[in-house]
């Protein structure tokens, strides 16, 4: 079996209720490997080995963001220890739709002239009639910020390993290109 590459550190960002921690638990809960799990600065850390086009990867999720408390201590951290980010908004909840862009713009600010991977989530696709967001202004957002979209359902375990997976590629093409 070849060498698994990382651990990569990915944070995932986002509102209260969006549905960080629900999408977590899916990457916690993965079959084919050993994950761990522990508590950090009152939030969840979770780490897992999978394997992306046939190449073994080992990432470290952390689930700490707390949208309520801003400027925090956690929050810093957070920005600063990402390999890469998850922004995750709900497409039922317009202002964490913009308040995701607000995080782009931080993560931006605070990251200058870096090339971290980011995807943005729109999550909740499942609740089709409480849409606020269309899959064309989440597009639309997510180019304009040069970041990756996708929209996941972590209800329905829809599209919820396509968002992983893709961390894990821009993260390789990243460290290809260094
Ligand atoms: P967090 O604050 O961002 O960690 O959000 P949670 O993961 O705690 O989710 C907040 C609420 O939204 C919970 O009641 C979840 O069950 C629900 N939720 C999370 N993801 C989805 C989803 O994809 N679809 C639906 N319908 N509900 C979701
Ligand atoms: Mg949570």
Known sequence: TPVSVGPFTVVLLGDNGVGKSALASIFAGASDSMGSECELYGGEVFEQTITVDGERATVTLLDMWDSQDEGSWTQERCLQTGDAFII???????????????????????????????????????LVRCREVSISEGRASAAVFDC??????????????????????????RRDSL
């Open 88 to 126: 995750v908004y709900a497409i039922t909840d317009r202002s964490s739709f913009l308040h995701a862009s607000e995080l782009r713009i931080q993560l931006r600010r605070e990251r200058e002239a870096d090339r971290t991977p980011i995807i943005l989530v729109g999550n909740k696709c499942d």
């Open 148 to 173: 990756k979209f996708i929209e996941t359902s972590a209800a329905m375990q829809h599209n919820v390993w396509p968002l992983f997976e893709g961390i894990i590629r821009q993260l390789r093409l």
